[in-house]
């Protein structure tokens, strides 16, 4: 790991592939087809862990990622996020080329989608299950009905079905609630279907958000899952007791740069722009990582653990307990487990695999 | 502004030149030297305008940012950042061909660099003024004169003088505390040049800091100002009142792409990854930005001002009152003055100029 003189995010390529197969297994276990949610690695290397392991479709974020991932071939790709109609032009460059799915989220849009799609897309309605972020209100069919005629009547655009993303699934913490959440959005998609099939047969539901898919193993109404953050997890997830500790795939490596030996405070280089600045409450404190140490190819938690507390553009800050203090010493190469593992995979954009010791390429 | 589909960083050319002007002018009046913080912007366009505005020297945050901007003929940069000993290599390079400031804030670096630097650099100690993110205390001056004569035993290093930023500027909002932490920080660092003078004739004390900076005036015991944020300024700095509304010269531009209607919220293209999640607090209530209208080459706060109060990867939610819903389509483009402007701009890393409507080249 001499190689690494700056932050990056390391990553354990066997257990990547481990929460891949896993999770794809599970899928066909459950009788749902498996369409993951790229956005947390954004590495072309990463999506041929997946295609190694069967995945044919994937999800994205925006339009700039389908594009990135079609250059690697990719052929399916829904942007699981509601269309944004700046950019007809990049819809219309992509859907010449690969199946293209996009989200409708607002009525209002499809006029213009009708004057400027030259090509066929598949189209699902993002349907709101409770999180209040986006999607139609399922229980208000008079405007799905609405939306649908009006959708349907342009000849680019192929109804598909309905998309959730459970997000408040993120708040909680029991297996119970995650449950909950899960049969409560199930039947609502499973209630929209046998409503909607009669005129459009074929119709699926497709469902997000990776605590349910960890936590779940079976999916009854659901057709599709696309979780997304599960290939790394991270610690929120490890806190919502979505994996095991050592499901953990990604770490952020950052070198030590000082140590405040009156207040044992160590500093890192590894800040709001490595890390990103989403946290986690713990007792009270705010946490933005979990300091590991890198052992023989991986790396192992402290017995007494340590959070990153302090957090500016470059610097992130630890209390460090007396015992490990002579471990911290300046240049010392240090692993956070980020909060959030897809925003600071966003931030650094560029992988070091420890098994084999190489950067990945993109 | 039709040329803009996806999220970008938006600067008012004209507000950036009258904000380095000013604090050009500011230090010049003051009597010390003005090494801008390069680290906010990040841009060799924008670092232009600081160019022709008489700007000669600046300041980075980290090696990589030095080597790009000396890239465009800067030739006098500190990297204002513990010297991260793994990126010796990188040190190296660049002292090679610039004149290169470097800080140290842990003295068990200095065997490395007596054993590895091979050009002359320029070294300052950072000095902790009461921030406690990381420097020396100032009261131990036994263990001030150790380091620097084990520091300048080196052929290769230049003592320069004393190092402070005042990051505990950003958690308070009245002059009257600004300038305590400035009048005790500048008497700290005044009495260290006293004391070390005689040793080290010519050293300096050079100070960061943006609520400092621009609430400040005179600065009794400084040479040198180092504030960086406020060539954008952002919501933070407005609520500290370290600037005026009219100062602000940047909003990230995103796209509305949904509506919902019962609850009055709108859904921007612009999340986490494009706003960052630094966050104030108002009024009890999270805000990650303020959403402002786009207006004839500028743009303008709302009467009843709006602020995002949600945010994920992509999705940026503000509750919208009743009256300026119908300003808010898909497809509209709409501006948020960000919660802090540097870690917004790291993440965009583009820009479009508004007077002239066009994108900066870096």
Chains 1, 2 share one sequence.
């Not at 209100?137 to 998309?163: C, Q, S, Y």
Request: with cysteine; hydrophobic share 40%.
């Amino acid at each position: 790991m001499d190689e690494i003189v700056s932050p990056v995010a390391v990553v354990d390529e066997d257990k990547c592939r481990r929460n891949i197969r896993h999770m794809a297994a599970k899928a066909r276990k459950a009788g749902v087809d498996f369409r993951p949610h790229f956005k947390t690695h954004q590495s072309h290397a990463i999506g041929r862990w997946f295609r190694e392991a069967g995945t044919e479709k994937i999800a994205v974020s925006s339009l700039s990622m389908a594009e990135y991932f079609a250059k690697d071939n990719w052929q399916d790709i829904m942007v699981a996020f509601p269309v944004n109609i700046r950019e007809v032009k990049k819809i219309n460059e992509l859907s010449s080329y690969l199946r293209l799915g996009i989200l409708i989220s607002d009525a209002d849009i499809l006029e213009v989608l009708e004057e400027k799609l030259v090509n066929l897309v598949d189209f699902y309605l993002k349907i709101d299950v409770g999180s209040n972020r986006t999607g139609f209100d399922p229980d208000d069919k008079i405007l799905l009905e609405r939306v649908l005629k009006k959708a349907t009547r342009n000849p680019h655009m192929r109804f598909k079905g309905f998309v959730a993303h459970a997000g408040h699934t993120y708040h909680i913490s029991s297996l119970n609630d995650v449950q909950k959440i899960f049969i409560k959005g199930a039947e609502t998609l499973t209630e929209l279907k046998d409503y909607f099939r009669k005129d459009y047969p074929g119709i699926i539901a497709s469902w997000g958000d990776t605590p349910t898919c960890s936590l779940m193993n079976e999916f009854p109404g659901i057709d599709e899952i696309r979780p997304g953050n599960f290939v790394f997890y991270d610690l929120m997830q490890y806190h919502l007791a979505s994996c095991d500790w050592d499901h953990i795939a990604m770490v952020v490596a950052t070198p030590v740069v000082a140590r405040h030996q009156q207040r044992n405070e160590i500093v890192l280089y590894g800040g709001a722009v490595h890390l990103s600045k989403d946290f986690i409450e713990m007792d009270d404190k705010i946490v933005y990582g979990e300091v590991v140490r890198f052992v023989n190819k991986g790396w192992e938690p402290f017995p007494k653990p340590i959070y990153v507390n302090r957090l500016s553009q470059e610097h992130g800050i630890f209390y460090c307990p007396e015992e490990y203090r002579e471990e911290f010493s300046p240049g010392t190469l240090v692993g956070v487990v980020p909060v959030h593992s897809c925003l600071a995979a966003d931030l650094l954009r560029n992988y070091f695999e420890i098994n084999e010791g190489v950067f990945l390429n993109t």
